[in-house]
């Protein structure tokens, strides 16, 4: 089966890396480090210049994803904003207190976006069943949900993934993420039956000054995009050995 590849990415130079690996996609965010923020708009004019579909991350703050007053009216606007520029679709959450999702915000945002892609990302993880969840997205017509399986990554969460796969029925898709790498990615792959997979396939740069940690413009190293890691992705993807009859 033809297995699509997804590659997140904070800055230019990531999307430059992406496309020299050969990702067949791109998820756009700013400040990965935090679990990824929405883009700048410069930003989003680069990576719609590369000529990859650009999945725009639509989320204006850090933190958890249970949304406050206004915060679902500015996403509408970011959304409109980023689909304006080219974007393809569009990367949303939302959770109520209880740790269900957040249905009403989610069908704003479904609203939105109009035709384009609306993924369902990682904040399905933070749900009490991510299986039941996929169910919910599905009839809010969500195109994509990004899943660890509820686990802290993929290959821990393969087989709740599996079970999402399966309850997707092929009305949306699951595409693993977190920690998926060339050296697990078939494997993750076999044991899923996703047909789609998320990563960083990123590398630590240095670590920043003392300096600047102290001053608080930096937390720890930053990552950075590797295009060699895009490439052994695709490697690894495109010559997996597939079960009998896949």
Not at 53 to 73: C, E, K, S, W
Not at 183 to 194: E, I, P, R, T
Request: hydrophobic residues 50%.
């Amino acid at each position: 089966m033809t297995v699509l590849l997804e590659i997140c990415v904070d800055d230019a130079a990531g999307v430059d890396a992406a496309v020299a690996g050969g990702a067949d996609r791109i998820e756009l965010c700013s400040a990965l480090e935090l679990g990824g923020l929405s883009p700048s708009p410069a930003l989003l004019r680069h990576a719609v210049g590369s000529g990859l579909p650009i999945h725009a991350m639509i989320r204006p703050r850090a933190g958890g994803f249970v949304l406050q007053d206004g915060d679902v009216a500015f996403m509408v606007d970011e959304i409109g904003l980023a689909l304006a520029a080219g974007a393809a679709g569009v990367v949303v959450g939302a959770l109520q207190v209880d740790g269900q999702l957040d249905r009403d915000a989610l069908a704003a945002f479904r609203e939105a976006a109009r035709d384009a892609h609306v993924v369902l990302h990682r904040a399905i993880d933070l749900t009490p069943d991510p299986v039941a969840a996929t169910e919910v997205a599905c009839a809010l017509g969500y195109d994509h949900i990004l899943s660890s399986g509820g686990a802290p990554n993929a290959i821990d969460g393969a087989a709740r993934l599996a079970e999402m796969v399966a309850a997707a029925r092929g009305r949306i898709s699951i595409m693993p993420g977190a920690g998926v790498a060339p050296d697990n990615v078939a494997h993750l792959l076999a044991q899923s039956g996703a047909r789609a997979v998320h990563s960083s396939a990123s590398v630590a740069l240095a670590h920043p000054a003392e300096r600047e940690v102290r001053m608080g413009f930096a937390t720890g190293p930053r990552r950075a995009t590797d295009a060699a890691k895009v490439r052994a992705l695709r490697s690894a993807i495109d010559n997996r050995h597939e079960p009998q009859g896949a």
